[in-house]
């Protein structure tokens, strides 16, 4: 396995739809160890193919199982069978790093791929999981979050908008309570 460079925004790979991947092969199996790899050095929770330069549909993304243990999902040729519910919160993405924008997603998402070595399979993940299907399925097709966001935020202006909301919650809550 080894560690592959994250192309950012402004790279015309990632405005690009990916082609299929017809061979279950090393070299397939290759990507997505590295993929993984990349992954994890980069504390990120998805990574696309288009990301590291390749334009074939394949996607990794780590999945919270039960107790907190996690693994990471290997989807192949990936499509999106079901959705329902609705969440917003901040998305980043290791193409944009350092900026973060409000976005709203399916709260759960049933995904159907194949997995490295061809065979269909289908997992349903919520919150976060069901937020990165979303997110990584997009750059299959040539799309970044920043489509989804009307404004960009710094690291520090997401701290700030997250402490106000807390406060404001917290003051309804007080109102509500007398």
Known sequence: MAERVIITRGDPCLEKKCRPVVKFDKRLHTLIDDMKETLLISNGVGLAAPQVGILRRVVVVMDVM?????????????????????????????????????????????????????????????????????????????????????????????????AAHEQREQEAESEGGE
């Open 66 to 162: 039960e107790e907190g243990n996690e693994h990471i999902l290997e989807l192949v040729n990936p499509e999106i069978v079901a959705q329902e519910g609705e969440q917003t919160d901040f998305e980043g993405c290791l193409s944009v790093p350092g900026q973060y924008g409000i976005v709203t997603r399916p709260y759960k998402v049933t995904v159907r791929a194949q997995d490295r070595d061809g065979s269909w399979f289908e997992h349903t993940g919520e919150e976060i999981v069901a937020r990165c299907f979303c997110h990584e399925l997009e750059h299959l097709d040539g799309h970044l979050f920043v489509e989804h966001t009307d404004r960009l935020y710094t690291p520090e202006e997401m701290d700030e908008y997250r």
